[in-house]
């Protein structure tokens, strides 16, 4: 397999925990967001959506980062990263949802440059936008996790799901942006104890090929 | 079942499909976003995200269109809203959170509300912020359509799968904004493939009983 990402991207982030949670070796291609490159060919002849992560299994394309982690999971059952109840399975996949519709969306690197190129947005209150979704959207996911008996040393439970795939790398992006974190001291607690995970540790920003 | 959702979400439209193609009877709770309903009680008690759809199931209160899609066919696999063999999983899902992670998060009530009340941007520039997303957003879905010989009569072969369930209420809504549509002829073939379907026509706003 081949892992086609960057290492800031935190959809990519998510991809590269499932792969090392699932033990599965890969090759690691940068497409260097900033310098665009994900625009042009060769990247930009593989998928018409230029975005990253893209996985490469085989002949196959695979995109969008919780498609493939789901795929991941269907072909690599072990370790499971959804529990098996279906109850439980909704949970986990809302609160994934919660980072990855919610919040996450609103913070690419596309979004920030169409509000500074477009909307003439400046600096400060481009960051101020930024630092809005993640610490409302950090909240909601806080009040989730407090509110809920199935919440444990991780989002759900005692290991690390898909959820906590999501949470970790928008936790990295919050602190990168000096967001404000001391609303979510149950979200901190599970980064804190994801990332005591060798899987979670390989795959961050800083342990990545193609990092400054 | 009961679904507390607003005719004119497009995450509600998903649910509303989804359990009209499952054959599921659901009480219909209305929930006023431009009222903002969603923030107070009794809708605030029963999820601290505040969003709609939310799907009562008994005591289970379920969030997030694409989990509870997702839960409604693992507990309810007749007809299958995702074909079965893992890479054609991947691509459906992948198209679904085309839609579901790349555009309708932008355009979201509170993102606008967000445009106009914090960033003091115009109407004009606000309907082409609006614009931007989906018609991009669109095109993107378009090619990976067109580029692939697994569509069909629906986006993935013969039969409605989660990826159209998204896609029907998002061109819903590029209508209604006067998007442009005439650069995305397969989006808008399955569209109306999908329209002439009772589950979809069922489901769409006008034929809800919180529409105007």
Not at 7 to 24: D, E, N, Q, T, W
Not at 91 to 107: F, G, K, M, Q, Y
């Given at each position: 397999m081949q892992l086609y990402n960057y290492f800031r991207s935190s959809a990519s982030f998510r991809v590269r925990i499932a792969l090392a949670l699932k033990g599965l070796d890969y090759e690691y291609v940068p497409v260097h967001l900033v310098r665009n490159e994900q625009l042009a060919p060769p990247f930009s002849d593989m998928t018409p959506a230029r975005l990253v992560p893209l996985l490469k299994d085989g002949d196959a394309t695979l995109v969008q980062s919780l498609a493939i982690i789901e795929y991941l999971d269907e072909t690599h059952p072990e370790p499971p990263l959804l529990p098996a109840d279906p109850l439980a399975r909704a949970r986990v996949r809302a609160l994934a949802l919660d980072v990855a519709c919610e919040i996450h969306p609103l913070n690419n690197l596309r979004v920030l440059r169409y509000l500074t190129r477009e909307l003439k947005v400046e600096?400060?209150?481009?960051?101020?936008?930024?630092?809005?979704?993640?610490?409302?959207?950090?909240?909601?996911?806080?009040?989730?996790?407090?509110?809920?008996?199935?919440?444990?040393?991780?989002?759900?439970?005692?290991?690390?799901?898909?959820?906590?795939?999501?949470?970790?790398?928008?936790?990295?992006?919050?602190?990168?942006?000096n967001c404000r974190l001391d609303h979510v001291p149950t979200v901190m607690r599970i980064v804190e104890a994801c990332m005591a995970l060798d899987a979670f540790a390989r795959a961050q920003p800083s342990a990545c090929p193609d990092a400054a």
């Amino acid at each position: 397999m081949q892992l086609y990402n960057y290492f800031r991207s935190s959809a990519s982030f998510r991809v590269r925990i499932a792969l090392a949670l699932k033990g599965l070796d890969y090759e690691y291609v940068p497409v260097h967001l900033v310098r665009n490159e994900q625009l042009a060919p060769p990247f930009s002849d593989m998928t018409p959506a230029r975005l990253v992560p893209l996985l490469k299994d085989g002949d196959a394309t695979l995109v969008q980062s919780l498609a493939i982690i789901e795929y991941l999971d269907e072909t690599h059952p072990e370790p499971p990263l959804l529990p098996a109840d279906p109850l439980a399975r909704a949970r986990v996949r809302a609160l994934a949802l919660d980072v990855a519709c919610e919040i996450h969306p609103l913070n690419n690197l596309r979004v920030l440059r169409y509000l500074t190129r477009e909307l003439k947005v400046e600096e400060s209150a481009k960051d101020a936008w930024y630092r809005h979704w993640v610490e409302d959207g950090l909240a909601a996911v806080e009040a989730q996790l407090t509110n809920h008996a199935a919440t444990g040393r991780f989002c759900h439970g005692e290991r690390p799901t898909v959820a906590d795939i999501c949470l970790v790398p928008q936790v990295f992006n919050a602190q990168r942006m000096n967001c404000r974190l001391d609303h979510v001291p149950t979200v901190m607690r599970i980064v804190e104890a994801c990332m005591a995970l060798d899987a979670f540790a390989r795959a961050q920003p800083s342990a990545c090929p193609d990092a400054a």
